[in-house]
């Protein structure tokens, strides 16, 4: 993709074409503040651009029939999410729709070379098989604090050896193409806004709870990303403050992450098991010799105590922080994603009950919190969303 969008006006025809798919020049303008004359030739010269095609007549709306307008049929990104765990790898046509989506397991904590060269890989296989011929965009989520800018993590607490790794520059000489970086939970939050449960609100907080906590903001539409990058990190916020907190990963004590999350519930769960306090979960950890997040939601699910107790004290104290933001931030919607969301509506439960009870009743009477529709590819779509934003803005 070399041609971008000459003025704002252009930018927006070609977001209007990518959120809401093919439609009629009449159409657009109804949307757009723009006379006939000067829509017809905006769009004729993003036309001439090669962006957008004409596709057909459209239906009639009494008189002249307009022309059916679309994003080129060609365009392709490339959407990665890189997780604590695991990397997720999609491409999606310019309308954001997933044409192909992988999978792997990978340890973050490989580093930036061994986990991109696994990136490489999956973006050749998916090419391979036939859905891409090559990439005009790609957009990078990573499991840390990102300096949006540059696209650089830094001091990332679960990611040793990315801090200051100059990701955007790398994977943008390897593929070819432009590249953007952000948190993963930012993006979660586009895709959910996209094509999720977000889509009609524009003010909502988007809560991941996966190995790690973190929060995307969005505030009009726009993701909101603080002065350096670093807005939504939630997860060092403190929870306890006695005896019992515990060292986090940030080097503080007492962070939610610390409590609660992928890594916080697998160690609880394995001192339950030891302690005798599951027998099912005794007999998974002797299976398996660890255990997970997986593992307690299915013991809790075959309605094992220790387990739903371990969900209930990390629900409490979630919602115990999201009250505070609800008070602060006053959003539409609370969204409940990542990996933990497989423990389900108890989980759900014991975070609207904190939220609801803490929270002054003008904030929370008609809020919903809810658990996100799109589960692993709302961080592919989110990263595919940030690339498209950024070339369907002007050059």
């Not at 008189?63 to 059916?68: E, L, M, P, W, Y």
């Not at 919602?319 to 989980?347: C, D, E, R, Y």
Request: glycine share 14%.
């Amino acid at each position: 993709m070399t041609a971008r969008p000459a003025n704002a006006h252009q930018a927006r025809l070609l977001r209007l074409l990518r959120d809401g798919g093919p439609t009629s020049r009449a159409r657009l303008g109804d949307r757009m503040d723009l006379s006939r004359s000067r829509l017809a030739v905006e769009t004729d010269r993003l036309l001439e651009t090669g962006l957008v095609v004409a596709d057909g007549l459209a239906a009639s709306r009494g008189g002249r029939r307009s022309h059916n307008i679309r994003l080129a049929p060609g365009l392709r990104f490339l959407g990665v999410d890189v997780g604590a765990t695991s990397i997720d790898v999609a491409v999606t046509s310019a309308e954001l729709e997933i044409l192909g989506h992988l999978n792997q397991p990978m340890d973050v904590r490989e580093g930036p070379v061994a986990v991109f060269e696994q990136v490489l890989a999956m973006a050749a296989k998916l090419r391979a098989t036939g859905v891409a011929e090559g990439f005009d965009g790609a957009g990078i989520g990573v499991p840390g604090p990102v300096r949006f800018p540059e696209g650089v993590p830094v001091a990332p607490p679960i990611m040793p050896g990315w801090d200051g790794f100059p990701v955007r520059e790398a994977l943008s000489q390897e593929l070819g193409c432009p590249v953007m970086v952000d948190n993963d939970v930012n993006l979660m939050a586009m895709g959910e806004q996209h094509a999720g449960v977000a889509r009609s609100v524009q003010d909502f907080l988007c809560v991941k709870i996966g190995t790690g906590i973190g929060c995307g903001i969005v505030v009009g539409g726009e993701v909101y990303r603080g002065t350096t990058g670093s807005a939504g990190d939630i997860g060092h916020i403190q929870v306890e403050s006695g005896p019992q907190k515990r060292q986090c990963a940030c080097g503080n004590r007492g962070c939610l992450e610390a409590h609660f999350g992928g890594a916080a519930l697998a160690r609880d769960a394995e001192e339950a098991a030891r302690c005798g306090r599951s027998p099912e979960l005794a007999a998974r950890l002797e299976s398996a010799g660890r255990l997970s997040a997986a593992d307690v939601a299915a013991a809790a699910a075959a309605g094992d105590t220790a387990c739903l107790e371990l969900i209930r004290a990390g629900g409490n104290r979630t919602g115990q922080v999201i009250a505070g933001l609800v008070s602060f931030f006053n959003p539409a919607l609370v969204v409940i994603a990542g990996g933990v969301t497989g423990l389900g509506h108890t989980l759900l439960a014991s975070i609207r009950t904190q939220v609801y009870r803490q929270s002054l009743p003008l904030a929370t009477g008609n809020l919903p919190i809810v658990l996100g529709e799109l589960g692993p590819v709302a961080g592919v779509t989110g990263a595919a969303r940030l690339i498209s934003d950024h070339l369907f803005a002007p050059a």
